[in-house]
């Protein structure tokens, strides 16, 4: 039997609070690199040829393509360095959702239906390949590559999404009590039914996405569109100091048969 060959965290209590936070400071980092350093929000974006979104998905994708490598040569789990990918992966996500959803011009709606698409199409070629999708069968280079290509489709889809019902009438504080209550419903039922644990995973890790991302508009948006107008480089510097206490002193394990329950959370912290 393996017993914590899995080169991933087991899923806990714990694990999602640094995912939210994760997600949410992919927000931040993304908007304040694409936005404000490379000026896409200014009224000069676009006047010097040059996608400020484009750039910053191919600085962090190429952050994100070496540290997969990292977390791929590893001989086992660590901590730091998965969720340095972890953040890659949604700061990634947050500047390929903006390219898709505003550059190419297919908008929320058509970005979102884009990258349910590869979400959906990357967990089917994995399992027909890998037989799999649980967390606690990331334990072959085969599937650590899948995992981190669904993950950051995920990650950018929850982007796309959490813009979406943002910029709805329904702002940001409504956007963030929506998310949450799906997530909600989603640990509703984990708890009372018998609903797939492996299906609900990919349903909460997508779902956190938008919900981080909600509440990082929320943090540096400007005060007249209803945010808090926090610099953008503040508020990731923050968070970013938050998630590294947090991994620090949380306890962490790597995913085993022998522990995880299809790749779902269990109700410890550790």
């Given at each position: 039997m393996?017993d914590a060959?899995?080169k991933?965290?087991?899923?806990?209590?714990?694990?999602?609070i640094?995912?939210?936070?994760?997600?949410?400071?992919?927000?931040?980092?993304?908007?304040a690199?694409?936005?404000?350093?490379?000026?896409?929000?200014?009224?000069?974006?676009?006047a010097?040829?040059?996608?400020?979104?484009?750039?910053?998905?191919?600085?962090?994708?190429?952050?994100?393509?070496?540290l997969?490598?990292?977390?791929?040569?590893a001989?086992?789990?660590?901590r730091?360095?998965?969720?340095?990918?972890?953040?890659?992966?949604?700061?990634?996500?947050?500047?390929?959702a903006?390219?898709?959803?505003?550059?190419?011009?297919?908008?929320?709606?058509?970005?979102?239906a884009?990258?349910f698409?590869?979400?959906?199409?990357s967990?089917?070629?994995?399992?027909?390949?890998?037989?799999?999708?649980?967390?606690?069968?990331?334990?072959?280079?085969?599937?650590?590559?899948?995992?981190?290509?669904?993950?950051?489709?995920?990650q950018?889809?929850?982007?796309?999404?959490?813009?979406?019902v943002?910029d709805?009438?329904?702002?940001?504080?409504?956007a963030?009590i929506?998310?949450?209550?799906?997530?909600?419903?989603?640990?509703?039922?984990?708890?009372w039914?018998?609903?797939?644990?492996v299906?609900l995973?990919?349903?909460?890790?997508?779902?956190t996405?938008?919900?981080g991302?909600?509440?990082g508009?929320?943090?540096?948006?400007?005060?007249?569109?209803?945010?808090?107008?926090?610099?953008?480089?503040?508020?990731?510097?923050?968070?970013?100091?938050?998630?590294?206490?947090?991994?620090?002193?949380?306890?962490?394990?790597?995913?085993?048969?022998?522990?995880?329950?299809?790749?779902?959370p269990?109700?410890?912290?550790?």
């Amino acid at each position: 039997m393996r017993d914590a060959v899995a080169k991933v965290p087991a899923i806990t209590v714990g694990f999602w609070i640094v995912k939210i936070l994760a997600t949410t400071l992919g927000e931040t980092g993304g908007d304040a690199v694409s936005m404000s350093w490379l000026g896409e929000t200014t009224p000069d974006a676009g006047a010097s040829g040059i996608n400020g979104y484009l750039v910053g998905t191919a600085i962090f994708g190429l952050v994100l393509l070496v540290l997969v490598w990292m977390q791929v040569r590893a001989n086992r789990f660590n901590r730091w360095l998965y969720w340095a990918t972890i953040v890659a992966s949604t700061t990634a996500g947050t500047t390929l959702a903006d390219f898709a959803t505003r550059s190419l011009g297919i908008g929320y709606a058509g970005g979102s239906a884009l990258l349910f698409a590869c979400v959906l199409g990357s967990l089917f070629v994995w399992r027909s390949m890998t037989g799999s999708v649980a967390n606690d069968s990331v334990d072959s280079p085969r599937s650590e590559g899948f995992y981190w290509l669904t993950i950051t489709f995920s990650q950018t889809l929850g982007t796309a999404l959490g813009d979406w019902v943002a910029d709805s009438r329904l702002g940001y504080g409504g956007a963030a009590i929506i998310f949450s209550a799906l997530l909600a419903v989603t640990a509703i039922l984990y708890f009372w039914t018998r609903v797939s644990r492996v299906l609900l995973f990919w349903a909460a890790f997508i779902l956190t996405r938008p919900l981080g991302a909600t509440v990082g508009d929320f943090l540096d948006k400007p005060i007249a569109k209803g945010g808090l107008e926090i610099s953008r480089s503040l508020a990731t510097v923050v968070l970013m100091t938050a998630i590294l206490i947090l991994i620090a002193i949380l306890p962490q394990r790597a995913a085993s048969k022998r522990h995880e329950q299809s790749g779902f959370p269990r109700v410890d912290v550790g």
